[in-house]
Each structure stands twice: as C-alpha cells, then as structure tokens.
C-alpha cells in the first residue's frame, strides 16, 4: 500500500481533487476534516482547548472555529501552540484509518502537509496549485472573507513554489473543471505508471 501525500494552499482546489481522486475509488482520508471532529469529539482535546483559548470557543458543546481560528491565525505561537496539540491526534487516527483500508494507495489530503512534516510518511506527495489571485477570490467567495483575513491565512502557509520544489508532481488548477479532470486523469495514469 503507497500512501499519497495530497496537499496544496488555501484556495487552490485540493478538495476538488480529492473528490475527484476518490471517484477512482481510491481512499481518501481528510486530515482538516478528522482534525475537526477530533476538537469536538476527544475530551482531552476539548479540556485543554478550553483551558488555552477560553471556554467561549465551545458554544453548545461545538467547537466555534470561526472564533478560534481569529485567535490562532492572530499569532504564530497560539496557531504552533494549536497544531502541537492536535497533530499527534491525527497522525494517530490516520494510522488507525490505514490499518482499515485494502487498496494499492491510498491519499492523505492535508493543507500543510510539509509544515507539519506529514509528508514524510507518504511515499509520494502531491501539490495542487493555482495562481494567488484565484486562490484569494475562491476563498474570499467560500468563506465569506475579506481579502486581507484571506491574505493573513495565505501567509501563514507555504508558498506554491515551496511546496512544488518538493512534491514529487504538480496539479495545476488554474483554468476551468474540465481542464482540472484533465489534470486529475493525467496525475492517475502518471500514478497507475509510477509505481
């Protein structure tokens, strides 16, 4: 089983290929999304959230990410502070999702994927890029945003340059679907060859 690091900045489409990618029935685990569930679902996570970010950012039991994340993304030691408690969680919780899974490859999808330094599970890691003003106005559009809270959360990660430099294939998803399915069948048949 290789494991396929899939990663890409905010904005530039890596859940579209992701969907796409498991429509090739290959199996997909969602690092953002399970680190999501894991703040609302373990007791530790919650206790110590609550103990270093005031209980308010729980409202009904829920963790508010839109309050929590102004306050991570208003400083690097509280964001460093975030993602050293949640990463472990996560690593382990992939390792318990791959231990279920039957199937040549399987995909880790995770927005900084080299930041936490997840990639050096994975045998082949994969950026998705786009050009910043698209990836500004995407996300600007899905998470109703000003483009500067935008740009802050932009630079808070990798650059695509950073990321291409070391990914071992690149996605380009800078024009319209069709071409990204294009791109998508290119990286699977590149992927099928590969390996």
């Known amino acids: 089983m290789k ?5 890409g900045g905010i904005g530039s489409g890596k859940s ?8 090739k029935n290959i199996p997909i685990y969602y690092s953002d999304l399970r680190a999501h569930e894991i703040m609302n679902e373990s007791d530790k996570i919650v206790s110590t959230l609550k ?3 005031g209980d308010d950012i729980y409202v009904d039991g829920k963790l508010n990410r839109e309050k929590l994340g102004s306050i991570v993304f208003a400083g690097k030691d509280k964001l460093a502070a975030l993602n050293e408690l949640v990463h472990p969680e996560v690593f382990a919780d992939f390792d318990t999702w791959k231990k279920e899974q039957n ?3 399987i995909i880790k999808e995770a927005a900084i ?4 330094g997840s990639y050096k599970s994975c045998d082949i890691v994969v950026t998705v890029s786009a050009p910043l003003e698209t990836r500004i106005i995407r996300t600007m559009a899905r998470d109703d945003k000003s483009r500067e809270e935008v740009m802050d959360r932009i630079s808070k990660q990798w650059t695509d340059e950073q990321r291409e430099e070391k990914a071992d294939y690149i996605i380009k998803n800078d024009s319209s679907f069709l071409d ?3 791109e ?3 990286f699977y048949y590149w992927l099928q060859n590969s390996i």
């Open 103 to 105: 199937s040549d490859f």
């Open 184 to 186: 998508v069948e290119q």
């Open 51 to 53: 103990e270093l970010y």
């Open 113 to 116: 994927l080299f930041e936490s």
């Open 3 to 7: 494991i396929i690091g899939l990663t």
């Open 180 to 182: 990204l399915e294009r």
């Open 16 to 23: 579209s290929v992701g969907n796409l990618l498991e429509h």
